[in-house]
């Protein structure tokens, strides 16, 4: 019988792209269920792309200044995924805001990471208000995309407890370890089709669960 093929997928960073490294490395499993084929940036200069390249993985310098528009330049990042035959958009650290069309063309298609235990905590410096707000845990979440920023339908979460003496950077280097674990698996749950949007809801099949400290949105 012949193998499945694996879902393709473009990876979006901004800077070091230290969640695309643990993406790419759970894509070098044999059963894995998805194939990074793609690595793009909005910044030339961003260090991910030499590590993608380093590994075989074609990468793509789009640089956002270079466009009169946040339009112009989502026309052109649509252009090449569709060009590498894109079925699946991964966001890892890729601070711009998607117009709403592009965002609506790839529905369904495109998740992200982020960096607090939504819907607590939207935007930047989430570490900072967790701490701010005194809550006791805080954590990760991977979500699909939609036109209002970190506010879309979640796939996955994993939480730390917020521990006293806590700072944002110590606070943030235990997160990320979790958020190395979480988006890996989530990526693998859509990507073998266990994991779909409908609608405004996430619908699981396939008998789900989390592992690794996941706290899957069952």
């Known amino acids: 019988m012949a193998a499945l093929a694996k879902t393709r997928v473009a990876i979006l960073i901004s800077g070091r792209g230290s969640n695309m490294a643990s993406l790419i490395a759970a894509a070098e499993a044999s059963d894995y269920p998805a194939e990074i084929v793609l690595v ?18 074609p990468t793509r310098a789009l640089d956002h200044r ?17 060009d590498a035959g894109i079925d699946l958009v991964c966001l890892a650290g890729f601070m711009r805001i998607f117009s ?44 699909y995309v939609v036109p209002e920023l970190d506010a879309g339908p979640i796939i996955a979460q994993a939480a730390v407890p917020v521990r006293p003496g806590d700072d944002a950077e110590t606070l943030a280097a235990r997160i990320l370890v979790q958020e190395h674990r979480l988006y ?3 990526l693998a749950l859509v990507a073998a089709g266990q994991v779909s949007l409908d609608g405004d809801r996430v619908m699981f099949s396939g ?7 996941a706290l899957l949105s069952l």
Request: glycine share 12%.
């Open 40 to 57: 793009a940036a909005n910044r030339p200069e961003a260090p991910g792309l030499a590590f993608a390249a380093e590994r075989g993985i």
């Open 66 to 82: 270079a466009y009169l528009s946040r339009e112009a330049f989502d026309a052109a990042l649509h252009t090449e995924l569709k």
């Open 100 to 143: 709403a069309g592009f965002v609506e063309s790839w529905a369904g298609r495109m998740i992200n990471i982020h960096p607090s235990l939504l819907p607590l905590f939207k935007g930047v410096h989430t570490h900072e208000q967790a701490l701010a707000a005194g809550v006791r845990l805080h954590g990760c979440t991977v979500h």
């Open 184 to 186: 890996p698996q989530a």
């Open 207 to 213: 008998g789900v669960q989390g592992t690794d400290g």
